[in-house]
């Protein structure tokens, strides 16, 4: 046995060379994220996957991939990056369903009806405009019998 290795250390010399190694450690699993898996993760989202799908397809667990995003929208490294690639993918998804529907509203109006609607809804929610309230609703009944004449309504 070499004899410098088994020399004895003084307290303080190793009190110093555990707090050296305690500092560049985190505690805690290491993450399995890497760029490779981030990339695949974004071009399955990116083909209009749901996070859900894209995880499994990559062997990840849904709930691991949502608290990435989470740890990422906090400012967290590498989990920023992720969150980033991640609502890119999304952006870019949402954009080739998009181009779907206009194509398809050339042959169809339900689809150009359908994307007008979509379209006002979320342009009311940037101007924090609330929707107007729906008058309410009388059974019909009530409504026939106050045009009929008669002077008592029908039993239910």
């Known amino acids: 046995m070499n004899m410098e290795k088994a020399k004895a250390k003084t307290p303080s010399e190793c009190a110093m060379r555990r707090k050296l190694t305690t ?3 985190k505690i805690g699993r290491r993450t399995i994220i890497t760029a490779a898996l981030t990339e695949k993760l974004t071009a399955h989202v990116a083909d209009c996957n749901t996070i859900a799908t894209s995880a499994q397809a990559c062997g990840v667990s849904p709930r691991s991939v949502y608290n990435w995003i989470q740890r990422g929208e ?4 590498p989990f920023a990056h992720f969150a980033r690639s991640i609502a890119h993918a999304r952006g870019a998804a949402k954009q080739k369903l998009v181009k779907v529907l206009v194509d398809a509203s050339a042959s ?8 007008l609607a979509r379209r006002e809804e979320s342009e009311s929610l940037l101007q924090d405009n ?5 008058p309410p609703v009388q059974p ?3 409504t026939v019998w106050q045009y009929s004449g008669e002077s008592e309504p029908p039993r239910e």
């Open 23 to 25: 500092e560049k450690r």
């Open 74 to 77: 906090n400012g967290e490294e």
């Open 108 to 115: 169809d109006w339900r689809c150009a009806a359908w994307l």
């Open 130 to 134: 609330a929707p107007p309230s729906a």
């Open 140 to 142: 019909i009944f009530t």
